[in-house]
């Protein structure tokens, strides 16, 4: 995924609202930009952060500017905006850099499926292969050199996994992909301590025959143009 213009940088006073972010600007001016995530941001949204923004040509936008990257005073890169989760994968799928997603001939976004009315992120299809289900979540979370995910208690991902679960009974296969988004993340464990129930959620479609992937990000940290999906890291389950 390719930032074009370059992104520009800026110093973070604060996200409030959820969707709001005040920032003091290069030339040392003060402005509020848009967020594109309804997570709690942990540790990705420090006071003092550099934040990373691009730039909106639309001009009924009522903040231009859009928070992409976060750069923490450890130097770690975030991709705090979620939206750009599915660019990346989708990027990746069609390049098949994710190999045990490659080799289908139809890729298909934002497909109605399952009996909670969900859409599957992507909905992979081929003469030779089963239908694919793959749901997709980002992973920013990095608590004791730890990647973790949920962030928060999250309902919504508990009914994915009740889907995927139901996927797999039906006779097709079923992925949950996590994007690990995050620079310091170098493996992903199942925040427990934050959902217990999506932890015994995931457990179940794991046993059921959902498969868990993970793969990570790679930053282009000189000019901030450029992010890609490029390897695949460890998951850590623990013991029940």
């Known amino acids: 995924m390719q930032f074009s ?20 600007l290069a030339d040392g001016s003060q402005t509020t930009i ?11 949204a420090e006071p003092g952060d550099t934040v990373w923004y691009s730039q909106s040509s639309n001009l009924k936008r009522k903040y231009p500017f859009s928070w992409e990257l976060t750069q923490t005073a450890k130097n770690h890169f975030i991709c705090v905006n979620t939206i750009r989760a599915n660019h990346l994968v ?5 390049a098949n850099i994710i190999s045990e997603l490659s080799g289908y001939s139809s890729i298909e976004r934002e497909v109605k499926y399952g009996s909670e009315n969900s859409k599957i992120d992507f909905f992979l299809s081929d003469a030779e292969q089963k239908d694919t289900y793959v749901e997709v979540k980002s992973v920013t979370l990095l608590e004791n050199e730890q990647g973790y995910f949920p962030d928060a208690k999250t309902t919504r991902g508990q009914k994915h996994l009740r889907e995927l679960i139901d996927v797999v009974a039906q006779g097709h296969r079923a992925v949950l992909l996590f994007a690990v988004l995050h620079t310091g993340i170098n493996s992903v ?10 932890d015994e959620l995931i457990r179940a479609a794991k046993s059921a025959g959902v498969e868990i992937l993970a793969y990570k990000a790679q930053f282009d940290v000189k000019q901030t143009t450029q992010v890609k999906l490029a390897q695949p890291i460890e998951l850590k389950f623990d013991t029940p």
């Open 90 to 94: 989708e990027e990746a799928l069609s």
């Open 189 to 198: 464990k199942i925040a427990k301590h934050i959902d217990y129930k999506y």
């Open 5 to 24: 213009p370059p992104l520009q940088k800026a110093i973070l006073i604060k996200r409030y609202k959820r969707f709001l972010a005040d920032v003091t």
């Open 34 to 44: 848009h967020v594109a995530n309804t997570g709690a941001m942990t540790g990705c």
